[in-house]
């Protein structure tokens, strides 16, 4: 072997090694969506498809999910590292599961205010929170707006109401054939799969929940406590990264629907583009996340919704708020400074 072949492979040998060193440090994060691949998912998978999570040296899977409720119980069990979820769900898991080893924690809130909402068709005649007493509502039984609904009735005086239970895609059918007054959902989804089955927006009564008496928080990043414990640095760093990449998504949301796209072929782009506008609109630059700060929530108020989810759902002990939210982990109030001005 020459001299020159033999520096040659040393050098290719030396860059292998390297690769795969860093490759070693990369901390590995299963990630599970609280939903499908929809508009709003792409808060996440713009960071994982611009390289943002790899730069901070994270191995980051995300994976689609179906409900909030299921991703909390896949964090807890350890099947996933992180999640996105309902801060009511989490806090429901946390009161009837109060043995549980692995609890997970919220550790930074995206969505600062409920997207649930109360829909009615106006040709139905529903037009106020007034008009819902003695009322046919449907929804499926794990939907957020149903869970909270005792919340929003007794802020409202709302009496009377039956309930119907259905599988999440018969939801807005059934609404629009008449089977049902309204339905509760996430206004974002309900709303515009109401005009994917032909229903114009201006036709549609909406009541939201923050609009309405409920200041519940909604969707919030969580972590296992067995993640936090032993990697913290690992679950800052993909905050950070997140944070980065929601302020590109939220200053240009046409072009973070590409990143949504390439996850589900099938998806239509013109709708996820209208349906993330809407959330960023509606619960992630709202006045009251302008207010505390992207990530970032107030104690009375999470204080608050402890109390309410502990009633509204029968919890079987008291929701502790000091022990649903680790706010340790946070990145700073610059790298948190992502939501334009209003």
């Known amino acids: ?201 201006e036709d549609v009564t909406v009541l939201p929940y923050p609009a309405h008496g409920v200041k519940l928080y909604g969707n919030a990043i969580i972590a296992s406590p067995k993640m936090i414990k032993e990697n913290p640095a690992a679950v800052k760093a993909f905050l950070v990264a997140f944070a980065k990449g929601a302020k590109e998504v939220i200053a240009d949301p046409a072009a973070a629907i590409a990143h949504v796209k390439a996850r589900d072929g099938i998806i239509n782009v013109a709708l996820e583009t209208r349906r993330l506008q809407l959330a960023i609109d509606t619960v992630i630059n709202s006045p009251n996340a302008r207010t505390e700060g992207f990530g970032e929530i107030s104690g009375p108020r999470l204080s608050l919704m402890a109390s309410q989810v502990s009633d509204a759902f029968n919890t079987k002990t008291r929701v502790d708020p000091l022990t649903v939210w680790n706010g340790t982990l946070l990145p700073s109030k610059a790298e948190l400074n992502i939501l334009p001005k209003k």
């Open 1 to 201: 072997m020459t001299k020159r072949l033999f520096l040659k492979l040393a050098t290719a040998l030396a860059a292998t090694a390297a690769v795969g060193s860093v490759h070693a440090q990369s901390t590995p994060i299963k990630f599970q969506l609280d939903w499908r691949f929809e508009g709003p998912a792409a808060l996440f998978l713009t960071p994982a498809a611009k390289g943002y999570f790899k730069d901070a040296k994270l191995d980051v899977v995300v994976d689609a999910g179906n409900g909030s409720g299921g991703t909390v119980t896949r964090v807890a069990s350890g099947a996933y590292d992180m999640g996105f979820a309902d801060l009511a769900a989490l806090m429901e898991f946390h009161a009837n599961n109060p043995d549980a080893p692995n609890k997970p924690v919220a550790v930074m809130m995206v969505y600062n205010d409920t997207p649930a909402s109360v829909m009615a068709l106006k040709k139905s005649g529903i037009k106020t929170v007034a008009d819902l007493s003695g009322k046919k509502l449907g929804a499926p039984v794990f939907d957020a707006g149903r869970r909270a609904f005792p919340i929003f009735a007794k802020a409202n005086n709302i009496t009377g109401v039956q309930w119907t239970a259905m599988d999440p895609p018969l939801r807005e059918t059934m609404l629009v054939r008449g089977d049902v007054d309204a339905i509760t959902g996430f206004t974002f989804t309900s709303l515009l799969n109401l005009e994917a089955r032909g229903v114009k927006a």
